[in-house]
């Protein structure tokens, strides 16, 4: 059942479920992709093969008897904190992506049945994500060391103290630029997770960043809120799709409280991390949702109770979503955008905030301007001849019909008959 690693493999994956039909179609699908497989059908023979080889990621079922996958993961964040853990379940609850995300500190959640092309690529980005780890710990050791050589150099040496402290900030530049290229891999694995977010959380962050600089904010302050942009939707990973997929003004009840769980489960992933920095962006993530009157969530902080960063957040996060349908039914032109922005200043916005947004607004170029629109539709509303505006996704993210596809009778008839799907259909002007 086991395979020994071998240096030229592409990693090491570790899947776990009681179920041996899927744990060899598992091994089938990624053996020829030059992947070391190692499975497991309980999480005690799991862990006992995490003690004896060398795993880059850990792909567990929910359901098993004696330990589910929350607990594995768990144990596994506990003692092999850089391996890659992904979650595969057929039961969509809230409640167990809660308890992986909080406990195990889970990298996915993936529901069953899963699309293989998109299971491909989550995993390959878990095991570069290890990779990058495991490199920039070698980078750390190689800092220690040369810190030390350093340390015990003759001071008479001046021209040699020189040289190691150039060297020296040379390896820091270098474990500096790993850790946005860890930034880019999880931000990678929230738009894998959320196809209609993709693209999107990177016009936020650029926004919020030059927003924070003509707010006069410093560059470390504008680079955390940069990060936090990138970052902010890493809880609605938790969040069952059919939510997602509906505009939030017209989410109710239950709903729209689940959907008000994304920020704190959010924060408390970005929380688990072992690098100091993550904990000024947990606390942006946390407040972005937080309205400047103190009727937002989760927790109404008011005024600048909010933190500048979280302000700033919650107004480029709007003026992206506003455009795209993400807020309302119809997508909103630019201009309109702007408009109802600027009338909820000192409602939801902070003022000042908003008055620096639209100096930014002013200066970008004309044609960076929106004029595409588009209305969300179900099914049983489609009329033959209408446009898709984006791809039309089904509620496990396999894709049924590209963007720009024109429906007929016969396309419209297939999808009535699927559940929890929305499409996105272009408004001609």
């Known amino acids: 059942m086991l395979q020994h690693a071998s240096q030229s493999a592409r990693g090491n994956i570790l899947f776990v479920?009681?179920?041996?039909?899927?744990?060899?179609?598992?091994?089938?699908?990624?053996?020829?992709?030059?992947?070391?497989?190692?499975?497991?059908?309980?999480?005690?023979?799991?862990?006992?093969?995490?003690?004896?080889?060398?795993?880059?990621?850990?792909?567990?079922?929910?359901?098993?008897?004696?330990?589910?996958?929350?607990?594995?993961?768990?144990?596994?964040?506990?003692?092999?904190?850089?391996?890659g853990r992904i979650l595969l379940t057929g039961f969509a609850e809230v409640d167990a992506?809660?308890?992986?995300?909080?406990?195990?500190?889970?990298?996915?959640?993936?529901?069953?049945?899963?699309?293989?092309?998109?299971?491909?690529?989550?995993?390959?980005?878990?095991?570069?994500?290890?990779?990058?780890?495991?490199?920039?710990?070698?980078?750390?050791?190689?800092?220690?060391?040369?810190?030390?050589?350093?340390?015990t150099l003759n001071h008479s040496l001046e021209s040699t103290v020189t040289a190691r402290t150039n060297e020296l900030n040379k390896t820091l530049e270098s474990l500096h630029r790993n850790q946005l290229a860890t930034l880019n891999v999880c931000s990678n694995l929230?738009?894998?997770?959320?196809?209609?977010?993709?693209?999107?959380?990177?016009?936020?962050?650029?926004?919020?960043?030059?927003?924070?600089l003509k707010h006069k904010l410093s560059q470390t302050e504008a680079s955390l809120i940069y990060y936090a942009g990138c970052l902010y939707a890493l809880?609605?990973?938790?969040?069952?799709?059919?939510?997602?997929?509906?505009?939030?003004?017209?989410?109710?009840?239950?709903?729209r409280n689940v959907f008000h769980q994304?920020?704190?489960?959010?924060?408390?992933?970005?929380?688990?991390?072992?690098?100091?920095?993550?904990?000024?962006?947990?606390?942006?993530?946390?407040?972005?949702?937080?309205?400047?009157?103190?009727?937002?969530?989760?927790?109404?902080?008011?005024?600048?109770?909010?933190?500048?960063?979280?302000?700033?957040?919650?107004v480029a996060i709007d003026?992206?979503?506003?455009?795209?349908?993400?807020?309302?039914?119809?997508?909103?032109?630019?201009f309109q955008a702007i408009e109802l922005i600027k009338a909820s200043k000192g409602i939801l916005y902070d003022p000042k905030v908003v008055d620096t947004f639209c100096e930014i607004i002013a200066m970008l170029p004309a044609e960076s301007i929106k004029t595409t629109r588009e209305k969300m539709l179900p099914p049983e509303s489609l009329k033959a001849g209408m446009k898709l505006s984006r791809a039309l996704l089904s509620s496990t993210g396999m894709l049924l019909l590209p963007e720009g596809t024109v429906l007929d009778d016969r396309a419209i008839h297939n999808l009535v008959n699927?559940?929890?799907?929305?499409?996105?259909?272009?408004?001609e002007d």
Request: with cysteine.
């Open 190 to 212: 929230i738009e894998n997770q959320l196809p209609h977010y993709r693209g999107h959380a990177k016009k936020v962050a650029d926004l919020a960043r030059q927003i924070a």
């Open 97 to 151: 992506a809660i308890a992986a995300i909080n406990e195990g500190k889970i990298d996915c959640y993936l529901e069953k049945p899963w699309n293989e092309n998109y299971l491909e690529s989550v995993i390959k980005n878990a095991v570069e994500n290890k990779h990058l780890k495991d490199k920039t710990k070698l980078l750390q050791k190689e800092v220690y060391r040369q810190n030390q050589e350093l340390l």
């Open 262 to 314: 994304y920020p704190v489960i959010g924060a408390t992933a970005l929380l688990s991390n072992e690098h100091n920095d993550f904990e000024w962006v947990a606390e942006i993530v946390l407040a972005h949702r937080e309205a400047f009157n103190g009727k937002g969530y989760p927790h109404k902080r008011a005024g600048e109770d909010i933190p500048i960063g979280a302000r700033i957040l919650y």
């Open 17 to 83: 479920d009681d179920e041996e039909n899927i744990t060899r179609t598992l091994e089938r699908q990624f053996k020829p992709l030059g992947y070391n497989v190692f499975v497991a059908n309980n999480g005690v023979a799991a862990l006992h093969i995490l003690v004896n080889d060398q795993i880059d990621v850990v792909v567990s079922d929910m359901r098993m008897p004696e330990m589910n996958g929350a607990n594995l993961l768990k144990e596994v964040a506990l003692k092999w904190p850089d391996v």
């Open 235 to 255: 809880g609605k990973i938790a969040i069952p799709k059919q939510i997602l997929n509906t505009p939030y003004r017209i989410l109710r009840g239950e709903e």
């Open 319 to 334: 003026y992206e979503q506003l455009q795209s349908g993400m807020l309302l039914p119809d997508k909103l032109t630019n």
């Open 418 to 427: 699927l559940k929890n799907i929305v499409a996105y259909i272009q408004i």
